[in-house]
């Protein structure tokens, strides 16, 4: 595991092992909080609002306004209680999105990718897993996904500098669901049409715990 360096702890920049993954499981409740307290939580959009449906906009500058983005994302993320985030699920159609999610071995991640890429691994380097999976944008709906259990990341940090990310289990599904829906895609959109239909039923059924924004 690499050492953070004094520039780094100053820049805010996330230290990197020996294989040049980011080392996002240090201080993630101070980093968090900070992110958190610095935002404002901004109502969650919802399937068929037409910004969740488009492939959003790279980042190409690496300014305040970015920043202050990534922390209003924080600070929804922890009102809605999810572990993942993507700008265009408060409306913002750029890409860029942030985690807070513990992985199957217990061990909290938290970051921010810019526009991030999903790495096509080899078969002998992963394995399907079929669990439930749900989305903060169809809220109270849940269906079993087949997606596989290890996922890589390569983007930028909220700065701009190059970061590959790694991910196992379920922190692996939540690389990959929050990568679709910088692209366009929601879960749903990956399931068959008996069973998106069933998880849009859970959804007319259900309540949201936090704040959403109607579908005219």
Not at 124 to 146: K, M
Request: include cysteine; proline fraction near 5%.
């Amino acid at each position: 595991m690499a050492q953070q360096d004094t520039d780094q702890q100053h820049s805010g920049v996330l230290p990197v092992d020996d294989e040049g993954f980011v080392i996002d499981t240090e201080d993630c409740e101070a980093r968090e909080e900070a992110y958190r307290a610095r935002g404002t939580s901004r109502p969650i959009t919802v399937v068929g609002n037409p910004v969740l449906h488009t492939e959003c906009e790279d980042i190409t500058t690496f300014d305040d306004e970015l920043a202050g983005l990534v922390d209003d994302m924080f600070a929804s993320q922890r009102t809605a209680e999810g572990v993942g985030l993507a700008a265009n699920q408060i409306g913002v159609g750029r890409k860029v999105f942030v985690y807070d999610c513990v992985d199957d071995s217990g061990d909290r991640h938290v970051g921010v990718v810019c526009n991030p890429v999903l790495q096509d691994l080899p078969a002998d380097q992963r394995s399907l897993d079929d669990s439930n999976e749900g989305c903060l944008s169809v809220p109270t709906a849940y269906a079993e996904l087949a997606r596989p259990d290890f996922a890589v990341v390569t983007g930028q940090d909220e700065k701009g500098n190059p970061i590959k990310v790694r991910g196992r289990g379920y922190f692996a599904r939540c690389l990959q669901h929050e990568t679709d829906h910088l692209y366009g895609r929601l879960y749903i959109d990956r399931l068959s049409k008996r069973d998106r239909k069933d998880a849009l039923r859970q959804m007319e059924e259900g309540t949201p715990r936090y704040p959403v924004v109607a579908n005219d």
